[in-house]
Nanobody, 121 residues
Framework: QVQLAESGGGLVQPGGSLRLSCKAS????????MGWHRQAPGKQRELVATMSSGGYTNTAASVKGRFTISRDNAENTVYLQMNSLKPEDTAVYYC???????????????WGQGTQVTVSS
């Protein structure tokens, strides 16, 4: 079992910045991906950015060049630096820990409770 603790959401003006943090605890998996998805009211949850334990990143086109994902493996923590925020970035941001068996087969997805990001003047 993996538990996720998210922080860093809040209210910012357009053009502003926020940094989200997500710390994982519990039973870690050697093969994993950590990152962020977001969900706006009335919309499907969508990928924002993820980084695998092997260092591969996957970033949504809508945030590429503005958001940067990073990991601190010693702290089991993933960060999302969000710059040049736009009103359309407003959503609940959910941390995801995707665990894989050593064979590469998906084991389980673990989700945080979500943190609200609101971009408004």
């Amino acid at each position: 079992q993996v538990q996720l603790a998210e922080s860093g959401g809040g209210l910012v003006q357009p053009g502003g910045s926020l940094r989200l943090s997500c710390k994982a605890s519990g039973s870690m998996f050697r093969l994993n991906a950590m990152g962020w998805h977001r969900q706006a009211p009335g919309k499907q949850r969508e990928l924002v950015a993820t980084m695998s334990s092997g260092g591969y990143t996957n970033t949504a086109a809508s945030v590429k060049g503005r958001f940067t994902i990073s990991r601190d493996n010693a702290e089991n923590t993933v960060y999302l630096q969000m710059n040049s925020l736009k009103p359309e970035d407003t959503a609940v941001y959910y941390c995801l820990y995707r665990a894989y068996y050593n064979s590469g087969v998906l084991a389980n997805d673990y989700w945080g409770q979500g943190t609200q990001v609101t971009v408004s003047s």
